[in-house]
């Protein structure tokens, strides 16, 4: 969100508040207008403005951060479409209503999340909604989305698996309801980390524990979804998505899948077309004719609801992983599905030079943006430093 020059630093705050949930190139404004909050919106060539009901102070502009972060979502949604006004609108509605019925609020979620069967959302779902029913009609109600979402996830282990897969529930719930205008924007959900603990480091396979992984499993069909995740980086979920097209030049392997992009919210990702970085033995590299494999629709694994789940659950059992595990936590890492697609971002950057391949390429043919493959994967970009030391040992 590009700034107007203002030298109190709770504008500059304020500003550092909505632009972090924001695109990188958003022209969205906020200015005094009268002392009041005036959002201004220039977006396909079309400028767009609103006078918000908030006085133009340090606490009317927090107040405002809030609200005009919903209008945003609202905005890109389909409910929005990019009408400041009705967005504006939508999200103010629910401030006149009366009682609101959390049953069928429940339920039309719930018809939101069409890809979550009904076993899933009774288990990943509905525990977290019945506790935050339960506190929206209690006497002591909470005051905004953070209380909300404290209270909501008390009875489970903070940090723990069902924790996360309750915070996430609970987080794309209320997202939904108040862009929706169902809940007042200050339940908008925030951001709550796991026992303030750093973000854990992703360890990568190397190609030749991915072979012992693989010739140590028995089920072919395991094996097949081994050599995908590896080959193309793919997510756990992805799996479930591969189609095989016709391309200008031959048959091309696509994913299907979109999710949410990160650091752009609001979207999705768009289908892709995947490449493969084929695991190198010591002869040299290894063919496993997937993309024919995947057009003969050759069958994977039951992975149950959660796929990435169900693939931990799977390789848990297995000694050779358990192996790696171990080699994994001396460094300091840690050891997960995610680790397949770890390994192609090393790959990918190892072999760059020789693929000619670019930062940009690698973070397309992945599914995610440059700025967040950075993030992500930075630790496997090659920086030629430690290569300039190194030449004292040639010289």
């Given amino acids: 969100m590009p700034s107007k020059i203002y030298t109190d630093d709770w504008v500059k705050s304020a500003r550092r508040m909505i632009r972090a949930e924001m695109a990188a190139d958003a022209k969205w404004y906020i200015s005094n207008r009268k002392g009041s909050?005036?959002?201004?919106?220039?977006?396909?060539?079309?400028?767009?403005?609103?006078?918000?009901?908030?006085?133009?102070?340090?606490?009317?502009?927090y107040e405002a951060a809030r609200r005009i972060i919903v209008i945003y979502k609202n905005f890109y949604s389909e409910i929005g479409q990019q009408s400041l006004a009705k967005s504006c609108d939508v999200t103010e509605a629910i401030s006149s209503k009366g009682n609101i019925d959390y049953d069928q609020l429940i339920k039309d979620f719930r018809a939101y999340c069409p890809t979550a069967s009904d076993a899933t959302f009774e288990k990943c779902y509905i525990p977290v909604l019945n506790h935050a029913k339960r506190l929206f009609t209690s006497k002591k109600k909470p005051v905004d989305g953070s209380e909300l979402m404290v209270k909501s996830l008390e009875q489970w282990k903070h940090g723990g698996r069902m924790w996360n897969i309750q915070r996430r529930a609970i987080?794309?719930?209320?997202?939904?309801?108040?862009?929706?205008?169902?809940?007042?924007?200050?339940?908008?959900?925030?951001?709550?980390?796991?026992?303030?603990?750093e973000k854990s480091i992703g360890y990568a396979l190397e190609d030749?524990?991915?072979?012992?992984?693989?010739?140590?499993?028995?089920?072919?069909?395991?094996q097949y979804?081994?050599?995908?995740?590896?080959?193309?980086?793919?997510?756990?979920?992805?799996?479930?998505?591969?189609?095989?097209?016709?391309?200008?030049?031959?048959?091309?392997?696509?994913?299907?899948?979109?999710?949410?992009?990160?650091?752009?919210?609001?979207?999705?990702t768009e289908p892709r077309q995947l490449a493969p970085l084929l695991v190198e033995d010591g002869k040299g590299l290894i063919n496993w004719n997937l993309l024919e494999r995947v057009e003969k629709k050759e069958e994977l694994p039951s992975f149950g609801d959660v796929v990435s789940g169900g693939i931990g659950k799977h390789l848990s059992r297995s000694k050779t992983w358990q192996k790696f595990k171990k080699d994994a936590i001396d460094l300091g890492e840690e050891i997960k599905p995610y680790s397949f697609r770890h390994?192609?971002?090393?790959?990918?950057?190892?072999?760059?030079?020789?693929?000619?391949?670019t930062l940009k390429d690698i973070s397309f043919?992945?599914?995610?943006?440059?700025?967040?493959?950075?993030?992500?994967?930075?630790?496997?970009i090659p920086k030629g430093t430690f290569n300039k030391f190194a030449k004292q040992l040639v010289a």
């Avoid at 767009?48 to 908030?54: G, I, T």
């Avoid at 390994?343 to 391949?357: D, E, G, I, P, T």
């Fill in 225 to 268: 979804a081994y050599q995908l995740l590896a080959v193309y980086g793919l997510r756990p979920i992805e799996l479930k998505h591969l189609v095989v097209k016709k391309g200008v030049h031959g048959k091309e392997l696509w994913c299907m899948y979109r999710k949410s992009m990160g650091g752009t919210k609001g979207q999705k």
């Fill in 37 to 61: 909050v005036q959002l201004e919106v220039r977006d396909g060539g079309k400028y767009q403005s609103r006078v918000l009901n908030y006085e133009w102070s340090e606490k009317g502009l």
């Fill in 343 to 357: 390994r192609f971002a090393k790959v990918a950057h190892a072999r760059s030079v020789q693929l000619n391949l």
């Fill in 365 to 380: 043919v992945m599914g995610h943006t440059t700025e967040v493959h950075q993030q992500n994967y930075g630790r496997f």
């Fill in 171 to 197: 987080s794309k719930f209320l997202e939904w309801a108040v862009i929706r205008g169902k809940l007042s924007n200050v339940y908008a959900p925030v951001r709550i980390l796991s026992n303030n603990a």
């Fill in 208 to 222: 030749d524990q991915i072979l012992q992984l693989i010739a140590s499993e028995k089920s072919k069909q395991w």
